[in-house]
């Protein structure tokens, strides 16, 4: 059996062990968890011995080595400090994006990762979707020749928006250890460094501001929280009562520090939160969220090639959209309509097109439209010392997109344009 080691059990940890448990010749074995009722659900799940349970990586690390392989789930500033002792006790480790926000600290990790043979995956799922990697597809394939320039965009919808970066746990850079563009967008940076990978990033510029979600634009007769009487409460797109009691998409964001499972909490139990202690209970504008609410950048590449990436917070309809437009071609869609558009060169009607719909590829409509249990099954393949797919998100292989939110972050605070490789 492939021993797992959990290192966390959060919502993203709790996902991919469970398309792990369900691969064969695979074991959940090990936890470590600080918070005794996270810890318990994963022993309870999983039927993880009591001596094989941990509060802390240092714990398990003395413990000798108990597993093949980790998976750290853990909030972005905790990424560092728990992969390195999991490296250096040569664990293969699957871990969350982002790597870290520290140049010194990426480059540290994969060269441990190197020295001591183990494989360091990061969890850039998008590359494992079928629009990504069918995309990929038909640019190996040289159906666009090659690449001029990439437009991508990512608009977050407003409840997303509210629940993870206004009122969430990546609201703040200081304390949650990333910036809105790493946070959220270092997949896209990702995937666009990966499909334009004939090349390397060179230079990179950037704009972003937050001039919208801000406390001077709250209502005049707004107070602190939203169910304090608050009169825009049913009307306010922000309202935390429709974004956390009327609506359920991200409500299981809300609620992770009551310690209860998420549907046996009850709306007494969430309105008592949102009310008193829980920082989504308070006004969109007067959080101590210090995110951008909207950046664009643009990445000029060695050969000569360009991308733009947008990124806009409370998005009306949340969707990803990508152009590419090559010397012998263009390729356009959206991820979540799982759509491509091949179009080619035709004298008489400007341009052919070929659509391809891959709505009915396997898992397409579960976890991030099929790319978490496509990531889990690459990272098993590895560390079995399979063959891993095209799409593999080595360590070495996701540096580049990192370096470009390096550079884009830097850009925007100091306006001016970044070299990438003098960070």
């Known amino acids: 059996m492939l ?38 659900l994963a022993k309870e799940r999983f039927n993880i011995k009591e001596e094989m349970c941990f509060k ?33 006790h040569g664990y293969h480790v699957l871990l969350e994006k982002p790597v870290t926000s520290d140049k010194t600290e990426l480059l540290k990790l994969k060269e441990t990762a190197e020295r001591n043979h183990v494989v360091l995956m990061i969890c850039h799922l998008l590359r494992y979707t079928p629009f990504y990697s069918n995309i990929k597809k038909l640019i190996d394939d040289g159906e666009v020749g090659e690449i001029m ?105 809300a609620f992770e ?4 499972p998420y549907d046996e909490i009850t709306i007494e139990e969430r309105i008592k939160s949102l009310k008193t202690d829980n920082v989504h ?27 733009s990436l947008a990124l806009m917070l409370g998005a009306m309809k949340p969707k990803r959209d990508i152009h590419i437009v090559g010397t012998a071609g263009e390729i356009e869609g959206t991820f979540e309509d799982s759509r491509i558009v091949l179009r080619k ?37 590895m560390v079995q010392g399979k063959k891993p797919s095209p799409a593999y998100t080595s360590i070495a292989d996701s540096v580049n997109g990192h370096l470009c939110v390096y550079a884009a972050d830097e850009a925007r605070e100091n306006m001016t344009v970044v070299k990438v490789d003098s960070i």
């Not at 101590?288 to 090639?305: P, Y």
Request: glycine content about 8%; aromatic content about 12%.
């Open 149 to 253: 320039t990439i437009e991508a965009s990512e608009n977050v919808g407003v409840i997303h928006a509210s629940s993870a970066f206004i009122r969430g746990k990546w609201r703040n850079s200081k304390t949650d250890g990333s910036t809105l563009l790493m946070a959220k967008c270092c997949h896209d940076l990702d995937y666009l460094c990966w499909l334009n990978n004939a090349t390397k990033p060179a230079y990179v510029s950037s704009f972003g501001s937050r001039n919208f979600l801000a406390p001077e634009k709250a209502p005049e007769d707004a107070p602190l929280r939203c169910m304090d009487g608050c009169p825009h409460q049913e009307t306010c797109q922000w309202s935390a009562y429709r974004d956390y009691i009327k609506s359920t998409l991200f409500s299981y964001y």
């Open 281 to 307: 209970g308070v006004c969109a504008y007067k959080t101590d969220k210090d995110m951008v609410d909207n950046q664009m950048l643009i990445i000029q590449f060695a050969n000569g090639s360009t991308a």
């Open 345 to 381: 060169f035709e004298e008489t009607n400007y341009c052919t097109e070929q659509v391809f719909d891959l709505s009915g590829e396997d898992g397409v409509n579960f976890g991030h439209m099929g790319g978490d249990g496509r990531l889990v099954d690459d990272f098993l393949k």
């Open 3 to 40: 021993k797992v080691l959990l290192v966390s059990y959060g919502f993203r940890c709790q996902l991919y062990s469970g398309f792990a448990a369900e691969t064969d010749g695979v074991e959940i074995s090990a936890v470590v968890e600080p918070n005794d009722f996270r810890r318990n």
């Open 257 to 260: 520090t009551i310690d209860k």
């Open 56 to 88: 802390s990586v240092d714990e398990a690390m003395a413990a000798g080595k108990i597993a093949d392989c980790a998976i750290n789930g853990t909030m972005d500033q905790f990424h560092y400090q728990t992969t390195m002792p999991l490296l250096e």
